[in-house]
């Protein structure tokens, strides 16, 4: 019955083309189902009366029963108002009303039982309550309380008569039509095992509740339903391109023992250890492996990706890892020569800055198949550079990378298509991970190795500026390094934000005779790089720059990070900054400095921030302040557009949906079983939309 929810919602009694047009505009309703599915945001709690006694300001809308008496006009002009006064057994309660004062004495009587329905607010020493609802008390109201929807509307709608109550009235009408023609979408083995409501039911519930055990069945129902086909599309992706891209089969270990056994330095966490594992997994299957690696900074990913690269060169082919940046491919290329020039193997450095010779030798050694390992930039994505055989590319920092140049990557190898592992350091709370990166598969590493110090971190106000330059001191004095990093790239008057030459001219002041260094994003990348270096060796004390260190740079001599104007920055990119110290022995700093005026929610970021280091925990919170559509950016808003699941809270739903997805395409994949009916339908539905969605990987 599709084709009756697609009628236009100017065709529902009372609507017409005016409103019609208001709601198509303003809440983006074109259809009886696009009205069906505005859900309402909160409910108003009908169901009991307050005691009059019992009110305090603390409480939000409340209703209470009473007769009325006392009422009184006061002032004139402007400062007109109405009062009257409303009793119970337990006590007594001011109503008040600025506008609408003739209306208001019309209708009401003293005398008469009403039923108000308002917010109680504390006015000197008296409660009152500003325009209430009122209507007068029947005996219905005692039998059967309600929760009284509430949606969202607008001020535009709000003029032209459609508030809340009205939209309201508009879904009742639509429901009882509607109601017995709504198809159930969840097969009915589902609902019965997992104990969900009807789709009937449910779109009854959320509209109008019988009580709230009734609304909480509706929302589960409905929220689990949008979860559970937002995961088995996604899956059917992966399904199909796992399908469609086969790969090698890698399961070459004897590289892997001479290095585990002879060369690695340390043990490896148990985070490592597991991930290793399921990346083996994936390499071994014969189907490309597409693994998104998170773990924070420090865990441990390139050892990871190393170990990886050796079943690949085992099995005889080669491997590559590209950096955003060359200064971290150049740190990649020195880090791993340490293992290569052990095991005998080759690497290659290919930037932009290589010049033409050795660019050359290293294309020729690609392709003759001697050179095993190619660290670089983008640079690598290059036509001219060509592999003998591809067996894995290693991406790092992975949001520095759009999907096209990843497929670039599939393209280097005309046999096979090479397994992917793109490795980030940028936490994204599992719920969300699923979702975004719902067709590719994830692992996460979860353990710092042993003997880390966290890296202490403190809140400090402007004011104490210098002790601050006290400490970076005393710090230098030791022989270490501070990075100090500013919040801005565009000059704008309008913010108060501290200029970043003038932090570098106060440094300078602050410490004549010291060597520093600024970086920012408008330098050109040659003379950032320089700069760069010239802290690497430690030529420089202190680096001033903006949030262009924010990705990999790796001086574990540097052990304070001073954060200007800390609460501009989001938790993420806290974070991330934070991540640029305690890479050495030395027990590290990060100061976040602010001044005294910071929103509710700075606060809280700060807050965060002094409390833990871990990235997952600040990824929780931050998912929790920003909203999921906010914290990937608008690029991918569009799948996270959910009507009624919310990823920051429904985690443990999702997973349930996920689980319930996979299941049911391990059964059935094709969705051909009769008892998977509704779901073949209702993906058939959404097909059209799937293009969109095979852009997200
Ligand atoms: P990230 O995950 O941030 O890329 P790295 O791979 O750069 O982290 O590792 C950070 C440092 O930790 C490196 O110096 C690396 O050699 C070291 N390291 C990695 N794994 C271990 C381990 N299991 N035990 C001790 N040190 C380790
Ligand atoms: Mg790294």
Same mark, same amino acid.
């Given at each position: 019955?599709?084709?009756?929810?697609?009628?236009?919602?100017?065709?529902?009694?009372?609507?017409?083309?005016?409103?019609?047009?208001?709601?198509?505009?303003?809440?983006?309703?074109?259809?009886?189902?696009?009205?069906?599915?505005?859900?309402?945001?909160?409910?108003?709690?009908?169901?009991?009366?307050?005691?009059?006694?019992?009110?305090?300001?603390?409480?939000?809308?409340?209703?209470?029963?009473?007769?009325?008496?006392?009422?009184?006009?006061?002032?004139?002009?402007?400062?007109?108002?109405?009062?009257?006064?409303?009793?119970?057994?337990?006590?007594?309660?001011?109503?008040?009303?600025?506008?609408?004062?003739?209306?208001?004495?019309?209708?009401?009587?003293?005398?008469?039982?009403?039923?108000?329905?308002?917010?109680?607010?504390?006015?000197?020493?008296?409660?009152?309550?500003?325009?209430?609802?009122?209507?007068?008390?029947?005996?219905?109201?005692?039998?059967?309380?309600?929760?009284?929807?509430?949606?969202?509307?607008?001020?535009?709608?709000?003029?032209?008569?459609?508030?809340?109550?009205?939209?309201?009235?508009?879904?009742?009408?639509?429901?009882?039509?509607?109601?017995?023609?709504?198809?159930?979408?969840?097969?009915?083995?589902?609902?019965?095992?997992?104990?969900?409501?009807?789709?009937?039911?449910?779109?009854?519930?959320?509209?109008?509740?019988?009580?709230?055990?009734?609304?909480? +069945? !509706?929302?589960?129902?409905?929220?689990?339903?949008?979860? =559970? @086909?937002? /995961?088995?599309?996604?899956?059917? %992706?992966?399904? #199909?391109?796992?399908?469609?891209?086969?790969? +090698? !089969?890698?399961?070459?270990?004897?590289?892997?023992?001479? =290095? @585990?056994? /002879?060369?690695?330095?340390?043990? %490896?966490?148990? #985070?490592?250890?597991?991930?290793?594992?399921?990346?083996?997994?994936?390499?071994?299957?014969?189907?490309?492996?597409?693994?998104?690696?998170q773990g924070d900074v420090g865990s441990g990913k390139t050892v990871v990706a190393f170990i990886c690269m050796l079943t690949i060169i085992g099995g005889?082919?080669?491997?590559?890892?590209?950096?955003?940046?060359?200064?971290?491919?150049?740190?990649?290329?020195?880090?791993?020569?340490?293992?290569?020039?052990?095991?005998?193997?080759?690497?290659?450095?290919?930037?932009?800055?290589?010049?033409?010779?050795?660019?050359?030798?290293?294309?020729?050694?690609?392709?003759?198949?001697?050179?095993?390992?190619?660290?670089?930039?983008?640079?690598?994505?290059?036509?001219?550079?060509?592999?003998?055989?591809?067996?894995?590319?290693?991406?790092?920092?992975?949001?520095?990378?759009?999907?096209?140049?990843?497929?670039?990557?599939?393209?280097?190898?005309?046999?096979?298509?090479?397994?992917?592992?793109?490795m980030t350091a940028t936490p994204i709370p599992r719920t969300l991970a699923m979702t975004l990166y719902g067709d590719l598969d994830v692992s996460v590493l979860d353990e710092l190795p042993p003997g880390r110090k966290p890296i202490e971190t403190v809140h400090r106000y402007d004011t104490n500026r210098l002790k601050v330059f006290g400490f970076i001191k005393r710090q230098i004095d030791l022989g270490r390094q501070v990075y100090i990093v500013y919040p801005l790239i565009e000059e704008s008057a309008k913010m108060d934000l501290k200029h970043l030459e003038d932090g570098y001219e106060s440094i300078q002041r602050a410490f004549p005779k010291l060597p520093i260094s600024i970086v920012h994003g408008r330098m050109k990348s040659r003379d950032k790089d320089y700069e760069m270096q010239r802290f690497v060796k430690a030529e420089t004390k202190i680096m001033v720059a903006t949030t262009v260190i924010e990705v990999g740079v790796n001086v574990p001599n540097a052990s304070v990070m001073i954060i200007e104007n800390a609460e501009r920055f989001g938790l993420a990119q806290l974070h991330q900054l934070r991540g640029r110290v305690g890479r050495g022995a030395d027990q590290s700093y990060c100061i976040l400095m602010t001044n005294f005026k910071i929103s509710k929610e700075g606060r809280t970021r700060i807050d965060t921030m002094v409390r833990t280091n871990n990235g997952f925990e600040i990824a929780d919170v931050d998912l929790r302040l920003r909203g999921p559509g906010d914290l990937m950016g608008t690029q991918q808003s569009g799948v996270l557009d959910l009507l009624i699941a919310d990823l920051s809270q429904d985690g443990k739903l999702l997973q349930v949906a996920r689980q319930e997805a996979q299941q049911l395409l391990q059964e059935d994949p094709d969705l051909t079983d009769t008892k998977n009916h509704h779901i073949r339908r209702q993906v058939a539905q959404q097909r059209q939309t799937d293009i969109n969605w095979s852009r997200i990987s």
């Amino acid at each position: 019955m599709r084709g009756y929810f697609d009628t236009k919602i100017e065709f529902l009694k009372g609507v017409g083309p005016q409103k019609s047009a208001l709601l198509n505009k303003e809440l983006g309703i074109f259809t009886f189902g696009d009205l069906l599915q505005h859900y309402p945001f909160r409910y108003e709690d009908r169901t009991q009366f307050f005691n009059i006694g019992d009110l305090t300001d603390a409480l939000s809308n409340v209703q209470i029963r009473g007769s009325l008496f006392q009422m009184e006009t006061i002032g004139a002009g402007r400062k007109k108002r109405m009062t009257a006064q409303l009793r119970d057994d337990t006590g007594q309660v001011e109503l008040v009303w600025f506008k609408g004062i003739k209306w208001v004495q019309k209708k009401l009587q003293p005398g008469v039982e009403y039923v108000i329905f308002g917010k109680p607010t504390r006015y000197g020493k008296k409660l009152n309550i500003a325009h209430p609802e009122i209507e007068v008390f029947t005996p219905a109201h005692q039998q059967s309380g309600y929760l009284q929807p509430v949606y969202h509307t607008s001020e535009v709608l709000k003029s032209k008569f459609l508030d809340s109550k009205a939209i309201s009235k508009l879904q009742k009408q639509l429901l009882i039509q509607a109601l017995p023609k709504v198809a159930e979408t969840l097969p009915d083995e589902m609902l019965y095992r997992m104990g969900l409501m009807s789709k009937m039911e449910a779109l009854q519930h959320i509209h109008f509740p019988k009580d709230q055990r009734y609304l909480q +069945k !509706a929302r589960w129902r409905l929220k689990f339903e949008e979860l =559970f @086909y937002v /995961q088995l599309r996604l899956l059917k %992706l992966k399904l #199909a391109r796992v399908d469609k891209f086969r790969s +090698k !089969a890698f399961n070459e270990t004897a590289l892997i023992n001479t =290095f @585990y056994h /002879q060369h690695l330095p340390f043990d %490896l966490t148990n #985070a490592q250890k597991k991930v290793i594992k399921e990346i083996y997994r994936d390499m071994r299957s014969g189907n490309q492996m597409n693994r998104l690696l998170q773990g924070d900074v420090g865990s441990g990913k390139t050892v990871v990706a190393f170990i990886c690269m050796l079943t690949i060169i085992g099995g005889g082919s080669q491997a590559a890892i590209m950096a955003p940046t060359e200064i971290l491919a150049e740190q990649h290329y020195r880090g791993l020569q340490e293992y290569t020039d052990k095991l005998g193997l080759e690497i290659g450095l290919l930037t932009g800055s290589t010049k033409k010779k050795a660019r050359r030798e290293l294309h020729e050694k690609l392709e003759n198949g001697s050179l095993d390992i190619l660290v670089g930039t983008h640079a690598l994505l290059e036509d001219p550079v060509k592999f003998k055989s591809l067996g894995l590319a290693v991406i790092d920092e992975q949001h520095r990378f759009g999907v096209a140049q990843r497929a670039k990557l599939w393209g280097k190898n005309d046999q096979f298509f090479p397994h992917v592992l793109v490795m980030t350091a940028t936490p994204i709370p599992r719920t969300l991970a699923m979702t975004l990166y719902g067709d590719l598969d994830v692992s996460v590493l979860d353990e710092l190795p042993p003997g880390r110090k966290p890296i202490e971190t403190v809140h400090r106000y402007d004011t104490n500026r210098l002790k601050v330059f006290g400490f970076i001191k005393r710090q230098i004095d030791l022989g270490r390094q501070v990075y100090i990093v500013y919040p801005l790239i565009e000059e704008s008057a309008k913010m108060d934000l501290k200029h970043l030459e003038d932090g570098y001219e106060s440094i300078q002041r602050a410490f004549p005779k010291l060597p520093i260094s600024i970086v920012h994003g408008r330098m050109k990348s040659r003379d950032k790089d320089y700069e760069m270096q010239r802290f690497v060796k430690a030529e420089t004390k202190i680096m001033v720059a903006t949030t262009v260190i924010e990705v990999g740079v790796n001086v574990p001599n540097a052990s304070v990070m001073i954060i200007e104007n800390a609460e501009r920055f989001g938790l993420a990119q806290l974070h991330q900054l934070r991540g640029r110290v305690g890479r050495g022995a030395d027990q590290s700093y990060c100061i976040l400095m602010t001044n005294f005026k910071i929103s509710k929610e700075g606060r809280t970021r700060i807050d965060t921030m002094v409390r833990t280091n871990n990235g997952f925990e600040i990824a929780d919170v931050d998912l929790r302040l920003r909203g999921p559509g906010d914290l990937m950016g608008t690029q991918q808003s569009g799948v996270l557009d959910l009507l009624i699941a919310d990823l920051s809270q429904d985690g443990k739903l999702l997973q349930v949906a996920r689980q319930e997805a996979q299941q049911l395409l391990q059964e059935d994949p094709d969705l051909t079983d009769t008892k998977n009916h509704h779901i073949r339908r209702q993906v058939a539905q959404q097909r059209q939309t799937d293009i969109n969605w095979s852009r997200i990987s």
